[in-house]
């Protein structure tokens, strides 16, 4: 499952910088996660590391883009041309 950030987003910009996939992008009011680009951190880290830094906890599991860890793995050996 891809994460989505939440309007609860204050723009703080940390959450951006942390992505390992550039996943995270400036969106016309709040941040963005492109879920084609998120793994969760899968392959990179043992945790997702936007949420760790995200002051105000806007960003959950995204529900519309279920996938598991061995898909997203596969995701991320795709994005890194690991695949």
């Known amino acids: 499952m891809s994460l989505i950030i939440t ?8 959450c951006e910088p942390e992505c390992p996939n550039s ?3 400036q969106g016309e009011e709040i ?3 492109d879920p ?6 899968v392959g990179h880290y043992d945790e997702p590391q936007c ?3 995200c002051p105000v906890d806007c ?9 598991s860890q061995d898909e997203l793995m596969e995701k991320y ?3 890194t041309g690991q695949a």
């Open 36 to 41: 084609n680009l998120c793994t969760e951190c």
């Open 7 to 14: 309007d609860d987003c204050i723009n703080c910009d940390v």
């Open 59 to 67: 960003i959950p599991l995204d529900a519309n883009n279920v996938e």
């Open 51 to 53: 949420v760790q830094v």
């Open 23 to 25: 996943a995270i992008s």
């Open 77 to 79: 050996k795709i994005i």
């Open 31 to 33: 941040y963005e996660i």
